[in-house]
């Protein structure tokens, strides 16, 4: 954590506020963060478009990906998106088309690419064996021995319960908080690597939702270091709250997709 403490001199964002697209191509909008949360909807190829634009204005010194499996760490040298693909794995991964996220890695060619996806295998590790024990040595450092406020798991458990259609046994909503926190850690654990190698600033790609400065990447970065400048930019397909938990975010066209909920409920 030394390595933080050289991010330290800035104050936090100003009042949050909705923004245009045009904003994301000036300097400005970013507040001298040395690190900058990109939200997204995974398969509304307009966030990605989004995300590329901040990250060429940026011109951060590492990309930290929610897409990528945790630990993998790319030089900044890379060929085309064929090869890139081949290189990350993409095309096996679950995530969508490539051809969405490229325009983000080719947007800032000479930043090192750092992996945060925590897999399947190590999601249900965590059920079994508890994200403390999964996460690693500095599972406290980052929160993960601590329960949440009572109000807070359930305001969670709420949101789990909605984000799988309200088809899952409430036994296991506890499991799905934890390794949600479980995800927010990992991302943050990168970004912590990533400025300690380079220096920063970082941009981080990933869903909105971790994007939270109440309870996502936000709130972890903020536990270990209180006074570094993060900005989250959240991007939601409808208006969100008016007291939505980001400094930044954008309100696009909803992506044409089915109702994943549909077949659930015809069950």
Same mark, same amino acid.
């Given at each position: 954590?030394?390595?933080?403490?050289?991010?330290?001199?800035?104050?936090? +964002?100003?009042?949050?506020? %909705?923004?245009?697209?045009?904003?994301?191509?000036?300097?400005?909008t970013f507040?001298?963060?040395?690190?900058?949360?990109?939200? %997204?909807?995974?398969?509304?190829?307009?966030?990605? &478009?989004?995300?590329?634009?901040?990250?060429?204005?940026?011109?951060?010194?590492?990309?930290? #990906?929610?897409?990528?499996? %945790?630990?993998?760490?790319?030089?900044?040298?890379?060929?085309?998106?064929?090869?890139?693909?081949?290189? =990350? &794995?993409?095309?096996?991964?679950?995530?969508?088309? #490539?051809?969405?996220?490229? +325009?983000?890695?080719?947007?800032?060619?000479?930043?090192?690419?750092?992996?945060?996806?925590?897999?399947?295998?190590?999601?249900?590790?965590?059920?079994?064996?508890?994200?403390?024990?999964?996460?690693?040595?500095?599972?406290?450092?980052?929160?993960?021995?601590? @329960?949440?406020?009572? $109000?807070?798991?359930?305001?969670?458990?709420?949101?789990?319960?909605?984000?799988?259609?309200?088809?899952?046994?409430?036994?296991?909503?506890?499991?799905?908080?934890?390794?949600?926190?479980?995800? $927010?850690?990992?991302?943050? @654990?990168?970004?912590?690597?990533?400025?300690?190698?380079?220096?920063?600033?970082?941009?981080?790609?990933?869903?909105?939702?971790?994007? @939270?400065?109440?309870?996502?990447?936000?709130?972890?970065?903020a536990r270990?270091?209180?006074? =570094?400048?993060?900005?989250?930019?959240?991007?939601? %397909?409808?208006?969100?709250?008016?007291?939505? +938990? #980001?400094?930044?975010?954008?309100?696009?066209?909803?992506?044409?997709?089915?109702?994943?909920?549909?077949?659930?409920?015809? &069950?």
């Open positions: 954590m030394k390595a933080l403490a050289l991010f330290l001199a800035l104050a936090s +964002p100003a009042t949050a506020a %909705e923004i245009a697209p045009e904003a994301l191509d000036a300097m400005a507040r001298g963060a040395q690190v900058v949360i990109l939200g %997204e909807i995974h398969d509304n190829p307009i966030h990605h &478009g989004h995300q590329a634009r901040a990250v060429a204005a940026l011109q951060p010194k590492a990309l930290v #990906f929610e897409m990528l499996p %945790e630990g993998v760490v790319m030089p900044a040298s890379h060929d085309g998106s064929d090869d890139l693909a081949k290189a =990350l &794995g993409w095309n096996t991964s679950g995530w969508p088309e #490539f051809s969405m996220y490229y +325009p983000i890695f080719a947007a800032a060619p000479a930043a090192r690419i750092y992996g945060a996806e925590v897999s399947r295998n190590t999601a249900r590790r965590a059920f079994e064996q508890g994200v403390a024990a999964v996460f690693g040595a500095d599972a406290a450092e980052y929160g993960l021995t601590e @329960r949440l406020p009572s $109000d807070d798991q359930t305001a969670r458990e709420a949101e789990q319960a909605l984000a799988h259609c309200n088809a899952l046994p409430p036994t296991l909503l506890p499991g799905m908080v934890d390794v949600q926190r479980l995800r $927010d850690a990992a991302l943050a @654990r990168a970004v912590v690597q990533a400025l300690a190698d380079t220096g920063g600033p970082v941009a981080v790609i990933t869903g909105t939702g971790h994007a @939270r400065r109440d309870q996502g990447v936000p709130a972890v970065l270990l270091a209180p006074n =570094l400048p993060v900005l989250s930019i959240g991007q939601f %397909e409808e208006a969100p709250e008016p007291d939505a +938990p #980001f400094d930044l975010w954008l309100v696009t066209d909803p992506e044409p997709r089915e109702d994943p909920c549909a077949t659930l409920s015809k &069950g």
